[in-house]
């Protein structure tokens, strides 16, 4: 179900969000138009330190967005959740 909100392990919390969208210097209107969704979205995404309450779609977005500017996002594993530049 595509506007259901992802339980999947994988999910990216609001903290990755903000940080992967620092270290590409964009602002939330520059994700939010990279990822084809609305500013509100991104903003209601980013205070969450946790797993957001966004929908599946539009977490996804997100996540392709912030990948195809070179953003690799760290698991859980150990070490804790994160995010880094893709070597």
Same mark, same amino acid.
């Given at each position: 179900?595509?506007?259901?909100? /992802? !339980? !999947? $392990?994988?999910?990216?919390?609001?903290? #990755?969000?903000? $940080? &992967?969208? =620092? %270290? @590409?210097?964009?602002? =939330?209107? +520059? %994700?939010?138009?990279?990822?084809?969704?609305? @500013? &509100?979205?991104?903003?209601? $995404?980013?205070? +969450? !330190?946790?797993?957001? /309450?966004?929908?599946?779609?539009? *977490?996804? =977005?997100?996540? #392709?967005?912030?990948?195809? =500017?070179?953003? +690799?996002?760290? /698991?859980?594993?150990?070490?804790g *959740?994160?995010?880094?530049?893709?070597?």
């Amino acid at each position: 179900m595509i506007n259901s909100k /992802s !339980d !999947d $392990a994988n999910e990216i919390t609001g903290a #990755q969000i903000r $940080a &992967a969208r =620092a %270290l @590409v210097n964009w602002s =939330a209107k +520059e %994700l939010a138009k990279t990822a084809g969704i609305g @500013v &509100a979205t991104v903003s209601r $995404a980013e205070v +969450e !330190d946790g797993t957001t /309450s966004l929908t599946t779609a539009n *977490v996804r =977005a997100i996540r #392709q967005a912030l990948e195809a =500017a070179g953003v +690799e996002f760290v /698991s859980k594993n150990g070490g804790g *959740v994160g995010v880094r530049f893709r070597t």
